[in-house]
């Protein structure tokens, strides 16, 4: 599954929208059909993984990165993937701690940068609320709640 969320999130990011001089040729009108073909069915194989609580591959890693991959997937892909990211959204703010950390239990940092990312990624008006306390400085060695 690592491997599909890479080669979805680097199509997802081929396809967002660049100025024109920075995509110099850009890609063709049939390239970019089967890479929007190969997104819609990656998305969909994705979307399938999920489990009931919202979680991907049962890691609040891969589920931040994974909800981003689908939260900048192009339309109309994106909005396939929507309810699928929102209930992924829902799991990750439940994992969020007083401390203003996102995590389970290992690598605190990594699990609260990746949830981040993904509720940037949802530009939810309720989120900012816990980007911006997951902002503040927080350590590991601190008492956990």
């Known amino acids: 599954m690592t491997r599909l969320v890479a080669a979805?999130?680097?199509?997802?990011?081929?396809?967002?929208?660049?100025p024109a001089a920075a995509q110099g040729a850009g890609l063709s009108k049939d390239t970019?059909?089967?890479l929007?073909?190969?997104?819609?069915?990656?998305?969909?194989?994705?979307?399938?993984?999920q489990k009931p609580t919202g979680v991907f591959e049962d890691h609040l890693g891969i589920t931040g990165i994974t909800t981003t991959a689908l939260l900048k997937l192009?339309?109309?892909?994106?909005?396939?993937?929507?309810?699928?990211?929102?209930?992924?959204?829902?799991?990750?703010?439940?994992?969020a701690k007083p401390d203003?950390?996102?995590?389970?239990?290992?690598?605190?940092?990594?699990?609260?940068?990746?949830?981040?990312?993904?509720l940037n990624a949802g530009g939810l008006a309720p989120d900012?609320?816990?980007?911006?306390?997951g902002r503040a400085p927080w350590h590991p060695t601190r008492e956990r709640s």
């Open 128 to 133: 900012r609320a816990l980007v911006t306390k």
């Open 32 to 34: 970019r059909q089967k």
């Open 100 to 118: 203003g950390g996102i995590y389970e239990k290992a690598i605190p940092h990594y699990m609260t940068a990746v949830s981040m990312m993904a």
């Open 8 to 18: 979805l999130l680097t199509a997802t990011l081929a396809l967002s929208p660049v």
């Open 74 to 95: 192009p339309k109309p892909a994106r909005d396939q993937a929507s309810a699928s990211a929102l209930k992924a959204l829902d799991y990750i703010r439940a994992q």
């Open 36 to 49: 929007l073909t190969a997104l819609d069915r990656a998305s969909a194989w994705v979307r399938s993984q």
